[in-house]
């Protein structure tokens, strides 16, 4: 079994729809959370950080932890086609700066269609 | 400073070949990660430098590469004699210390043909 497991998609949805987005995980230990997004022929851009379990809102993203379900979500609200990327969930065990330690799930593409 | 800057941004090379990638970060960033990343794979962490140390390398990282980063700034990463099963985008990342954001370049896709 994979430390982080996430559904490579793809997903398409119409534009204006909510999107839900899920990894989960087998280390307990994890507790630095992430949600980076990757535009085609891009490298990642961090959209979402948070630590331990608890929600998490900036605009129209919504970062959700749930650590006794071992499983965190990402919520886009009023989708965009300019949403349309892969989205790449990252955890970590140990202190914030410890990225090399960082364990990515292998991304889901989403497509949000006009 | 406009982010993280990675070039050449796409090579194509025949196997056996040498090929090398040059990564500069922001400027105010001490920390610098090579990560590589295949077709539907996450990142996967190749090796990490703070300042010009390089203080670890993944086991994914075969004799065939070596990275530098000779004065705390830019730095390059080589491969030798160079594999189909290297072909893959090379990424670079910059970070400040103790914090989770990783800031990446737009990475350079390598092809061997």
């Known amino acids: 079994q994979k430390e982080v497991e996430q559904d490579p998609g793809p997903l398409s949805v119409p534009e204006g729809a909510i999107v839900s987005l899920n990894c989960t995980y087998s280390n307990s230990a994890f507790q630095y959370f992430m949600w980076y997004r990757q535009y085609s022929r891009k490298g990642p851009e961090l959209l979402m950080y948070t630590y331990s379990s608890g929600n998490k809102e900036d605009g129209r993203f919504t970062a959700q932890v749930d650590k006794s379900s071992k499983y965190i979500s990402l919520f886009i609200r009023d989708s965009q086609p300019s949403d349309s990327a892969t989205y790449l969930c990252?955890?970590?065990?140990?202190?914030?700066?410890?990225?090399?330690?960082?364990?990515w799930g292998l991304g889901t593409s989403l497509a949000v269609n006009p | 400073d406009t982010g993280v800057s990675q070039n050449p941004r796409h090579k194509i090379t025949k196997r056996g070949q040498n090929v090398t990638f040059r990564c500069d970060p922001i400027?105010?960033?001490?920390?610098l990660y090579w990560y590589r990343q295949t077709l539907g794979q996450g990142p996967e962490f190749l090796t990490y430098f703070q300042n010009e140390a390089q203080l670890e390398k993944s086991r994914l990282l075969s004799d065939r590469f070596s990275a530098e980063r000779p004065k705390g700034s830019f730095s390059t990463l080589e491969i030798q004699r160079t594999e189909q099963g290297d072909s893959a985008m090379y990424l670079c990342?910059?970070?400040?210390?103790?914090?989770?954001?990783?800031?990446f370049g737009e990475g350079s896709r390598l092809t061997v043909l």
């Open positions: 990252a955890m970590s065990a140990n202190n914030a700066g410890n990225n090399r330690k960082l364990i």
């Open positions: 400027s105010e960033h001490n920390r």
């Open positions: 990342a910059s970070s400040q210390p103790n914090t989770g954001e990783l800031f």
